[in-house]
């Protein structure tokens, strides 16, 4: 209940904010809106809710042009922000000071606030504001998103990430033709629906691609995350995805703990391996503490010298990087030695007895993954790569299954790299 009347209050402030001196204040019926047209429930829970009316006309000119300055103003109020206080007479003046020091707006892209904003404009000031207290979506949804707004074309270079983000966010994501109109002004019936998509994400317009995979996984933030497959070359790499669910299949069959993290910033996803939970726990509590600066250089180099071994392996798989053949699957297996109270690891004959009761089976589902029927073949240089005892150690590149997978090892551990599929 609480959050509904801060909710109520907050939409108040912006929108009595919006309309001007010569509006109505009451409970009205507006003559120029329809109960068919798309902004109509809007309007109408505003106008019940005593947020918003319209003119002393009895109108409510949903289609007239919003300027920057008003626009910014209802970002900030919705925000939680207030106007930095000021001398000037100017009455946007403390608002657009507060939005150019959060840098939501600045004069590169508008040299004049009092000019109407167009829709292009009002994308960027909408993803900067969005993005001081959330993450902005992955890079690899650029490929997806193009196709589906059919003026890209027409967004202006410095707009289209931003035009990308809102379509993402669900915030802005055109007409029915599937069109954005990126230097059309943006109106009164447009921003109402923009700035309540901004507030509650319960508003937001869902996010749909076919045929395209997803999958949940935690953020680097330690906050939830959605990795889609990327697409390259018009094609969808659900495998990215399918590889993910094979691994996480087998983990339900395996003693070895499993870390599943997304970069979002760095576009890509890792998976890690360990022998048990406390060692998972304590990276894990570690990563967070240096996170939070909450270790000096001395017990940094302490606390991860206890925990240098925790980690038996890592995949490590960019969503962004395929033309090189080593990428975009790199994978290490850390040969490393176990610490005194590692009793199971030390209960095995060797390295390759180890990895292979905790983490065969996740192995296997990978292989299965990328090299399908010619797995065997994989498998076996693989299996022999792991159980080398080689000082020198070794190395092989091969084209297996349309891809390159190139393996190095030696008595410090196993590396190997492998390729999407090449044609």
Request: aromatic share 12%.
């Amino acid at each position: 209940m609480k959050k509904i009347v801060s909710l109520i209050l907050v939409l108040t402030m912006v929108f009595t904010s919006f309309i001007g001196v010569n509006r109505v204040y009451a409970n009205t019926v507006f003559s120029d809106i329809k109960s068919n047209d798309w902004f109509y429930k809007d309007v109408e829970e505003m106008v019940n809710l005593g947020i918003i009316n319209g003119y002393t006309d009895g109108t409510f000119k949903p289609q007239g042009a919003v300027t920057v300055e008003e626009f910014i103003k209802m970002v900030i109020i919705g925000l939680g922000y207030n106007a930095k206080h000021t001398d000037s007479s100017y009455w946007a003046d403390g608002f657009i000071q507060r939005a150019e020091e959060l840098k939501i707006v600045d004069r590169s892209f508008i040299n004049d606030y009092r000019l109407r904003l167009t829709r292009e404009q009002a994308a960027k000031i909408i993803a900067n504001a969005l993005s001081l207290k959330e993450t902005r979506p992955l890079d690899l949804y650029y490929e997806h998103v193009k196709p589906l707004i059919k003026d890209f074309y027409l967004v202006q270079d410095k707009y289209k990430e931003d035009a990308v983000d809102c379509y993402v966010w669900g915030i802005m994501q055109g007409d029915n033709l599937k069109l954005i109109n990126p230097q059309k002004s943006i109106t009164r019936a447009e921003t109402t629906a923009v700035i309540f998509r901004m507030i509650d994400k319960e508003r937001r317009i869902a996010l749909t691609l076919d045929g395209v995979k997803s999958i949940e996984m935690e953020t680097t933030e330690q906050t939830p995350g959605l990795l889609i497959a990327p697409k390259y070359k018009g094609v969808v790499l659900n495998e990215m995805i399918e590889l993910v669910e094979a691994i996480k299949a087998a983990d339900a069959e395996t003693p070895g703990v499993e870390q599943y993290m997304l970069n979002m910033y760095s576009n890509v996803f890792g998976i890690t391996g360990f022998e048990n939970q406390r060692k998972h726990d304590e990276m894990y509590t570690l990563e967070t503490r240096l996170k939070n600066g909450e270790l000096d250089e001395i017990e940094k180099i302490e606390e991860l010298n206890k925990i240098v071994y925790h980690t038996d392996w890592a995949l490590t798989t960019s969503t962004i990087e395929f033309h090189h053949k080593n990428a975009p699957y790199k994978m290490i297996l850390f040969n490393h030695s176990a610490s005194v109270d590692d009793s199971k690891y030390n209960s095995y004959n060797s390295k390759y007895d180890f990895n292979m009761a905790y983490y065969g089976k996740t192995f296997k589902a990978m292989f299965k993954v990328w090299f399908e029927d010619e797995f065997d073949k994989a498998w076996k240089i693989f299996d022999n790569a792991l159980k080398s005892t080689s000082i020198t150690g070794g190395s092989e590149e091969v084209m297996i299954n349309n891809r390159n997978f190139f393996i190095a090892y030696d008595d410090g551990g196993l590396t190997f790299t492998v390729s999407l599929k090449l044609k």
